[in-house]
């Protein structure tokens, strides 16, 4: 049974991959740091704890200890930051979830997932290479596909228009209840919930 699937004595760790600093704060590419940073105000949850590769916070959502964490690396190196904090609670790489933008799902869409390739995003790339594992959960965010192919690297470190950013914001807020769900209710629950809304 996947960790995810039942309340367990383990943290989950929540991580929102994204850039630091403010250049990329609005960025495609923060997408999944702008979802853990929404989750953890929905729970009033604070990023209290820093370190050299990422901030996190602690606390406890329906009896189950949550951890959300941020990186403090570049997307392209965030496995280091996944390292870290497995490496600091001793948990399986199965016990994180992982937020993170798409270009492969339209604008606005979530999907979920258990496991599986990188889909060509650097960040979760950047964790399968650091922890020689694709084994863990991750909740992806359509950003859709810039209008020129050869334009993915301006796409995901652009801004999105103030029409995608509306489509955005509802995106985020169905992320936090995405993965009030798993806690509540388990992965795959969920996943037949919100993969089937999208």
Not at 104 to 113: F, W
Not at 142 to 168: A, F, T
Request: net charge positive.
């Amino acid at each position: 049974m996947h960790p995810t699937d039942q309340n367990t004595q383990s943290p989950l760790i929540i991580f929102g991959i994204g850039n630091p600093g403010e250049e990329y704060a609005k960025s495609r590419h923060n997408l999944g740091m702008m979802c853990v940073q929404n989750f953890a105000k929905s729970h009033l949850l604070k990023f209290t704890y820093s370190s050299k590769y990422t901030r996190y916070g602690k606390g406890i959502i329906c009896n189950q200890e949550i951890i959300v964490a941020r990186p403090k690396t570049f997307v392209n190196e965030c496995g280091t930051a996944i390292i870290y904090l497995q490496q600091k609670f001793l948990i399986p790489y199965s016990n994180f979830i992982i937020l993170v933008d798409d270009m492969d799902i339209p604008c606005g869409k979530i999907r979920i997932r258990t496991s599986g390739k990188s889909g060509g995003h650097n960040g979760i790339r950047s964790i399968i290479d650091k922890t020689g594992t694709d084994q863990f959960s991750r909740i992806r965010i359509g950003i859709g596909h810039p209008p020129e192919k050869n334009n993915s690297i301006n796409w995901v470190l652009g801004d999105p228009s103030s029409q995608e950013s509306l489509i955005l914001k509802d995106a985020i807020a169905t992320t936090t209840k995405a993965i009030t769900s798993i806690i509540k209710h388990g992965i795959k629950p969920s996943m037949d919930i919100f993969n089937q809304k999208n």
